[in-house]
């Protein structure tokens, strides 16, 4: 049995351990979280969230792309949200990385240079701080005042805020 295989029978033991309900589609919370796909994270263990209280959006680095500002601007445009949390950690693979050498390996491997951008970073505060302001400053996301961030040290599991003191 392949790993996929073995998550759908976990999956079939879930749902038949559970009762049937319904949520809302909009998040209780009125929240929704952008940080990393790390899977030493368990977003919604580490802040304590139920099913239904946020959206929980997770790319390489947590940082925020285009396609994040589309996910943000939906969920607060249309399920309701109406704050933002940015969650990035300690010990972070995009810290391991460069964008020329990235992008280099890929177009070698692949004869392709990707189109996205890699978005690596050596300060995950200052990479806080970045993701920070690209949300303040995006007009498409309208509830921009409460958005704060945050590094997750993932080995003592506890979240320090990042303060952004200038819109420089």
Known sequence: ????????????GFADSLPDKHLDVEPSRRLAIVTCMDSRLD???????????????????????DDVIRSLSVSQRRL???EVMLIHHTDCGMQKLTD???????????????????????DVE????????????STFIPHRENVRGFV???DTHRLDEITVDDEG
């Open 43 to 65: 977003v919604f263990a580490a802040l304590g969230l139920a099913d239904g209280e946020a959206h929980v959006l997770r790319n390489a680095g947590g940082v925020i792309t």
């Open 126 to 137: 200052d990479d806080v701080r970045q993701s920070i302001r690209r949300v303040r400053r």
């Open 152 to 154: 997750y040290d993932v």
């Open 100 to 122: 020329d050498g990235f992008r280099a390996e890929l177009e070698e491997t692949t004869g392709i240079s990707p189109a996205f951008a890699i978005e690596s970073f050596r």
């Open 80 to 82: 309701g949200t109406t």
């Open 1 to 12: 049995m392949d790993t996929i295989d073995q998550l759908l029978a976990n999956n079939r």
